[in-house]
């Protein structure tokens, strides 16, 4: 080869890659796209879970309800009273069940459900089916006491609905209550109080306990409720 071929080739230019071994830059350049993507979907969740915080309604929280002495022109003295707060003697209307809120009405209006009794059997474990039927129709039949004359002026047929605890109850949801109303039996509704008035001195007879009004029995409890679940341990004294 000769002299001016040698020049030529050695000036000849390098390629990009030639010169980056030259170098000693032999690694490869990442690719940013990848990142790029990433950054705009952090982004664009972090807009999203924002929005959601900020605009989101806040969840409405339970106001207590308040009893009106004096009842307006609907004849209620408290709305959505919940099960837990009734007592002996309030006049429930839009009453569904024992665990459902209803209002609390003058019982001199149409309403109903009466609520008659509620009351726990003394704690221990489960006394058998028998004995918690019996002693909640005692409680809600044999002792209880209504007002003969309010259920012989009565111009439709009256009953008791009984709610006891069952053996699943008394364990899973530690029930031990027993509660009596006193409803209609065609649905419709009552008008006045069919409980004794507190401050009558006079001792109603044993012909009154009940006044002879039908118990209908409600055991409390839930469909499949210990299926699949295991047997508690039986409750020691």
């Known amino acids: 080869m000769s002299e001016s071929e040698l020049k030529d080739s050695s000036e000849k230019p ?3 890659r030639a ?8 690694g490869k350049r990442l690719n940013a796209i990848p990142f790029l ?4 979907v952090v982004v664009v969740l972090t807009i999203v879970l924002l929005w959601w915080f900020l605009m989101r309604e806040p969840a409405a929280e339970e106001e ?39 209002d609390v009405a003058d019982c001199d209006r149409g309403y109903d459900a009466q609520v008659l009794l509620r009351r726990n059997i003394s704690d221990g474990p489960y006394p ?4 918690v039927i019996d ?10 006491e209504l007002d003969s004359a309010a259920v012989d002026s009565a111009d439709y047929e009256l009953q008791i609905q009984l709610w006891h605890p069952t053996e699943s109850t008394w364990r899973r949801d530690y029930d031990r209550m027993v509660s009596c109303f006193l409803t209609r039996a065609d649905g419709g ?25 039908e118990v209908v029995e409600e055991p409390r409890d839930t469909e499949d ?13």
């Open 135 to 144: 002693t909640a129709h005692q409680w809600c039949h044999d002792e209880l």
């Open 189 to 213: 509704q009552l008008t006045g109080s069919f409980l004794p008035d507190s401050e009558d001195d006079e001792t109603p007879s044993p012909d009154d306990e009940g006044a002879g009004v």
């Open 128 to 131: 058998g089916d028998e004995t």
């Open 14 to 16: 390098l390629s990009r």
């Open 37 to 40: 993507i990433a950054a705009v």
């Open 225 to 237: 409720s210990d299926e699949g679940e295991d047997e508690p341990a039986e409750e020691s004294d």
């Open 64 to 102: 207590p309800w308040v009893w009106n002495d004096e009842p307006g022109l609907d004849g209620l003295h408290a709305h959505q009273v919940p099960s837990e707060d009734w007592e002996t003697g309030w006049c429930l209307r839009d009453y569904e069940d024992e665990t459902t809120p209803a």
């Open 19 to 26: 010169r980056r071994a030259a170098r000693g830059d032999t």
